[in-house]
């Protein structure tokens, strides 16, 4: 009975004894978080988020259209997209690469849509992104081009 209950005892030590040290974030981390704050904004359709996650002189760019450059553009562009709403997106770092103060990332992206006249839609493709580690210490894009 008693081993019973030292073997118990110590069990419960041991669940609740010392864990493993949280990771240390690095900068990847940091990077992989901003994607994902950039993800979620587009879920959203928040478009003061998404276009705050962006430097002010973003270019983004789809397939072969030209880049529109600078974030008023890009808010402007994003607001013609009010009646679309997005149901689903998955937006995936195949790879992330930071050195200093900038990161490349090249990725895949799949989004369902409902456009305003209710046709669903469902688009996907990839992704190169580049972001700036900014001093207020938020990774932004600089630039983001995506293609299907």
């Given amino acids: 009975m008693k081993a019973a209950a030292a073997g118990l005892a110590l069990a419960a030590l041991l669940g609740c004894g010392a864990r493993s040290p949280a990771p240390t974030p690095t900068p990847e ?8 704050a950039y993800r979620e904004s587009v879920l959203e359709m ?19 259209q030209p880049e529109l450059v600078g974030r008023d553009k890009v808010d402007a562009m994003l607001r013609g997209f009010a009646g679309y709403k997005v149901t689903a997106y998955t937006l995936v770092a195949d790879q992330t690469i930071v050195t200093g103060d900038s990161a490349q990332q090249h990725g895949h992206w799949a989004q369902d849509v409902n456009a305003p006249d209710g046709k669903a ?28």
């Fill in 46 to 64: 928040n478009v003061d988020k998404s276009v705050a996650l962006m430097e002010p002189d973003i270019a983004l760019s789809h397939g072969d």
């Fill in 29 to 36: 981390t940091g990077v992989v978080a901003a994607l994902a």
């Fill in 121 to 148: 839609m469902h688009v996907s493709g990839t992704f190169d992104a580049t972001w700036h580690h900014d001093a207020d210490g938020a990774w932004r894009i600089a630039k983001m081009h995506t293609q299907n």
